[in-house]
């Protein structure tokens, strides 16, 4: 798939410019509720995977493609932000702020290979050293709030089974562990 020129942003009549993200976390195997965090491209401050709202697409499904190309993670997005966040980004010759809507998603499948794996680095964490790493303090509180809510178990439990991504499959074939009997 061919990457779409990006169009410039100008400088806004004072209003903050929206994106979206997606906040990955799955439940580990001691039930708690850990969150995918990830380095920027540019700065490599620790970051969720954001972007700008695609074109013809719901807000809730531009987040989860993000999520996708940026992380490598796959799962089930939540169709209500679970909060929002703003931070200061910069542009060619300005700074702008920005309003961000952040979706839960439930991790299912976190791939081996994804467009910006080369990129960045990636750490599953538990949700309150996460909100620690993050720059952005409104983003640091939505992530403990979310991690300390039952809203993300309950999220889980709705999308289906348990999180599955290839380095786990490989362990447990290194084991001798299906699926089935994992």
């Known amino acids: 798939m061919a990457k779409q020129k990006q169009k410039k942003r100008q400088p806004t009549d004072g209003r903050p410019l929206e994106q979206i993200a997606a906040l990955p976390f799955r439940i580990a195997e001691n039930g708690e509720i850990e969150v995918l965090v990830m380095t920027s491209r540019e700065t490599q401050r620790v970051v969720i995977p954001k972007g700008w709202p ?6 809730w499904t531009s987040a989860k493609i993000e999520a996708r190309q940026e992380a490598g993670v796959i799962g089930e997005i939540g169709r ?3 909060g929002q966040y703003r931070y200061w980004k910069r542009l060619e010759g300005f700074f702008a702020l920005v309003k961000v809507a952040v979706y839960p998603l439930a991790v299912r499948r976190q791939l081996a290979e994804w467009r910006e794996r080369h990129e960045r680095s990636q750490v599953w964490l538990p949700a309150e050293d996460a909100a620690l790493l993050v720059d952005e303090p409104e983003l640091g509180a939505l992530i ?17 089974s348990a999180p599955d991504d290839d380095e786990n499959r490989r362990q447990r074939a290194e084991r001798g562990v299906t699926s089935a009997n994992a």
């Open 80 to 82: 209500k932000p679970i």
């Open 54 to 59: 695609m074109k013809n697409r719901k807000s």
């Open 144 to 160: 403990l709030e979310f991690g300390q809510s039952r809203e993300a178990r309950r999220l889980t439990r709705q999308s289906g």
